[in-house]
T-cell receptor, first 112, second 116 residues
Framework: GDSVTQMEGPVTLSEEAFLTINCTYTATGYPSLFWYVQYPGEGLQLLLKATKADDKGSNKGFEATYRKETTSFHLEKGSVQVSDSAVYFCALGTGGGNKLTFGTGTQLKVEL | DTGVSQDPRHKITKRGQNVTFRCDPISEHNRLYWYRQTLGQGPEFLTYFQNEAQLEKSRLLSDRFSAERPKGSFSTLEIQRTEQGDSAMYLC??????????????FGPGTRLTVL
């Protein structure tokens, strides 16, 4: 079945450090790929998405490229801020209903 | 858009009781999804509707669970004879499908259920 594997957290970085959160997937067909973010005390928010191979999703300085050959969708940001502290979920959407399959989430803590 | 809303935000119940949650999607979104999220895990798909039709149900959705979307707008999720293992955050999401193009799912704040 469909599955998403993402690196375990927590990931602790200093402000302005480079961020990579790895995400790989297994799916039949051609899924859409997503990164959602959950800030403390808030609901899930879409961060970025890519719908086909080689697409790059970007938002708020975050980027991820849909790599079909490596079945990956790694999240990157060049310079993190304290306000980026949150839990990040990688997800894929499949089927006619585009139901989402999520990874277990990676908690990011950014310190001054 | 006012966003997806869910009610109640928190529910504490005793084992064996029935509970019902409500979700109001973004207006004019024709798809509505229910997910369940337990502590330290990502959300897991339960079921989804397109308009009033329930098109897919996960095997996670036991016969104690029932979801409805009678007029194609708001949806309810009922859990009968609750068990402690039902304790989780129940998330609702909505999206729009036009001319076969699938839009992004937007999530509500969730209903946190605690079964004592």
């Amino acid at each position: 079945g469909d599955s998403v594997t993402q690196m375990e957290g927590p990931v602790t970085l200093s402000e302005e450090a480079f961020l990579t959160i790895n995400c790989t997937y297994t799916a039949t067909g051609y899924p859409s790929l997503f990164w959602y973010v959950q800030y403390p005390g808030e609901g899930l928010q879409l961060l970025l998405k890519a719908t086909k191979a080689d697409d790059k999703g970007s938002n708020k300085g975050f980027e991820a490229t849909y790599r079909k050959e490596t079945t990956s969708f790694h999240l990157e940001k060049g310079s993190v801020q304290v306000s980026d502290s949150a839990v990040y979920f990688c997800a894929l959407g499949t089927g006619g209903g585009n139901k989402l399959t999520f990874g277990t989430g990676t908690q990011l803590k950014v310190e001054l | 858009d006012t966003g997806v809303s869910q009610d109640p935000r928190h529910k504490i119940t005793k084992r064996g009781q029935n509970v019902t949650f409500r979700c109001d999607p973004i207006s004019e979104h024709n798809r509505l999804y229910w997910y369940r999220q337990t502590l330290g895990q990502g959300p897991e798909f339960l079921t989804y509707f397109q308009n009033e039709a329930q098109l897919e149900k996960s095997r996670l959705l036991s016969d104690r669970f029932s979801a409805e979307r009678p007029k194609g707008s708001f949806s309810t999720l009922e859990i009968q004879r609750t068990e402690q293992g039902d304790s989780a955050m129940y998330l609702c999401a909505s999206s729009s499908v036009l001319a076969g193009v699938k839009d992004t799912q937007y999530f509500g704040p969730g209903t946190r259920l605690t079964v004592l």
